[in-house]
Structures are given as C-alpha cells and as structure tokens.
C-alpha cells in the first residue's frame, strides 16, 4: 500500500498491521459469507452437485462449489491485505489460480487423478523451486540437519503435494475441514506474530484463512438442506497447498540465517507436525490398513478415522468435535515438551496421533463384541 495511506493510519494512533489484519479478517469473511448462497443457487440450478456414492457420508445431492467462494475471498483479500507476501513469493498466485482451476475442473468434470497430480506437482515445484520456499534442515530428526539443495527441493515438493492430498482426505464429514483450517491457522498465526515484523504479512494470511473458514463453516454445518454446500476439491486442495505453504514458512523462520528471530526452537519441524498432524496420521493410518488387507493404497474406502466414528454411531457434528478435541490434545502436549529432544518428541507425537486414530476402530471392535 501507498506509504503515504500508512502514515496517515499510524498518525490516527493505529498500528497498520492490526489495521490490515482485521479488515483482512472483515473482508475475507463477508466475501465468503456473502458469495456462497450465489454459488449454491447456480450449483442447483445447473445440477453441479455432489452425488452421494459408495464413500460418501452424505444421502443427498450437496452443492460442492464452497471452494470457489474461499478461493474468491483469498485473491482479493491476500494481495490486498498481505500484499508482502506477493513479493516476497512470486508465484504464489500464480499457484492459487492453477489449483482453482483444476479444483473446479474435477468438482464439475471429475478429472483423473494423473492430470490433478501433474498439476500439483507443477504448483508446487512453482512455489518451491520458483519462490524458494523449502525445508532447509530436519534440525536433527533422525539425525538429518543440513539437507543439500537438490533433496531439500524433491522433499519439500513431496511433503507439498502429501499435505495437499491428505487435507482432501480429511475433508468426507461436515465440519472437519473447515474446523481443522480455523485451527492450523490460529496456531500458525499467533507464531508468526509471535516471532517478529517480518513475519506479519503470513499472520494475516492466516487471518484470512480463518474468516473464510469460519464463513464457510456456517453453511457446511446448516442442517437445512437448502443452505448446505461442500468445500470440494477447489476447497481443499487450497487450503491444503497454504497449510503446507504455511507450514514450511513456520519451519524456515528458525533457520539461523533469520536475525529476526528472537529465539531458536529445535524442534520446530516436530512442531509443524503435530500442528497438522491430523491429516498426516489419517493417511498413514488408511495406508497401513489397506497393505493389512492386502489391498492397493490407491483403492477408495472407508477406513478414515471420520468414518470409523460414523460407524460408532456418532453424528458429523459430534465427530468432527472429537477428532478436533483430540488433536488439540495433541498438539498441547507438543507444545510443552517442545523443549524436549526433537526424536523423543516425534515419537511421543505419532503414538498420541496414531492412538487417536486406533481407538474409534477399538472401540467398534468392543461395540460389536
């Protein structure tokens, strides 16, 4: 923004980060709110709906467009509002407008999963050989620290297109998605404020993220059928991409090279891990299931952790609530002992993630015993 506009701002005795992060939120938040209803008429109207099949949790067609109305609220209000980031990371929106395209294309179209996979590898070899956001260092996980150049961009490509592909996994029940993203964010948010100036311009993306959320989620949750729409994949491969993006940022920050940095955490990749531990063990845990069943790991099912919880009867609402209630315990239990070495963290952070993925499915075992 024009540096005059700020002066001014700052003389009415306003900080022009706060001033930028709640219009940021307002915006971001009336944009969504307000396009949804649009989108859902058009989706109804034009038969663009999601119909219930042999995975789905839902009995009904539900309008699956919800992703275009984030994806409208992030590419106005980010380059408004966080507008650094646009220059800091050149083909950030460029990554935006590709994986909107093709969201939208497999929401109406269902595209094969070779082209979606193309496209994110193509979006994030953008960001991370383009912008040069990668993982830089495992700070001594299994005994890694410096990775040379050319693993650091295969890793960070991979763990870019994991992340994007376990979020869209964990988006099949009312909710989840949505609730995880407010959560991630608020956490990713509060660092990035935390750990200096320079980091502003990610702590209102995350700001963003969170409003366009929360006004998704009001529509997600509805029990009216006339109001209810889905993410899709334009959501959720969105919204996994700048959780990733996010991610990786928040590890980056406690590289030594950053003088900003008014301390330095060794067990910040642990730390991103549990924060977005939830999607990561979902998948493992569906991994593992299907090569004990002797099946391919690419075969559809019903074996997340949301659907075992189905199975115990419970309702979307309700499960969405215990998973986020659990990995909130999670992550809790990362963050006191984020002191601690950063092996012995990992391991203590993937045995409560994966107990928390078993247990419905101990639970379901002892229900029909």
């Not at 993982?135 to 996980?141: E, K, N, T, Y």
């Amino acid at each position: 923004m024009n540096s005059n506009f700020q002066n001014f701002i700052e003389s009415l005795g306003v900080s022009f980060f706060y001033f930028k992060l709640i219009l940021g939120f307002v915006f971001s938040f009336m944009i969504t709110y307000q396009s949804i209803p649009t989108i859902i008429k058009i989706s109804r109207r034009k038969n663009l709906m999601d119909e219930p099949g042999a995975r789905s949790s839902h009995l009904t067609k539900i309008p699956n467009l919800g992703g275009i109305a984030i994806f409208f609220s992030l590419g106005v209000c980010a380059p408004i509002f966080a507008y650094e980031l646009f220059d800091r990371y050149k083909f950030l929106f460029a990554s935006f407008i590709i994986l909107f395209f093709v969201g939208v294309m497999d929401d109406i179209m269902v595209l094969r999963a070779y082209k979606k996979l193309l496209a994110q590898i193509l979006v994030s070899a953008l960001l991370v050989v383009g912008s040069d956001v990668r993982i830089r260092s495992l700070f001594g996980v299994l005994g890694v620290y410096e990775l040379n150049y050319f693993v650091s961009v295969l890793f960070s490509i991979f763990t870019f297109i994991i992340l994007i592909n376990a979020f869209n996994l964990i988006d099949g029940i009312d909710g989840l998605a949505g609730s995880y993203t407010i959560i991630t964010s608020l956490l990713f948010g509060i660092s990035f404020y935390r750990l200096g100036e320079h980091n502003d311009p990610l702590a209102i993306l995350c700001a963003i993220l969170i409003a366009a959320s929360i006004a998704f989620l009001i529509y997600n949750l509805s029990s009216k059928r006339s109001t209810k729409i889905f993410m899709g994949d334009t959501g959720s491969m969105i919204l996994g991409f700048l959780l990733a993006f996010t991610g990786i940022s928040f590890i980056e920050i406690f590289i030594a090279k950053h003088d900003e940095v008014f301390y330095h955490l060794k067990s910040a990749p642990v730390i991103a891990v549990a924060i977005l531990i939830l999607p990561i063990i979902d998948t493992l845990t569906v991994i593992i299931t299907r090569i004990y069943h002797k099946k391919s790991v690419l075969s559809p099912d019903k074996n997340h952790i949301h659907h075992k919880l189905l199975n115990l009867g419970l309702t979307h609402k309700r499960s969405t609530a215990y998973i986020i209630a659990y990995y909130l315990v999670v992550i809790a239990a990362a963050y006191m002992l984020r002191h601690q070495d950063v092996n012995y963290l990992l391991i203590i952070i993937m045995v409560l993630g994966f107990l928390g993925a078993y247990l419905p499915i101990f639970l379901l075992k002892f229900k029909k015993d």
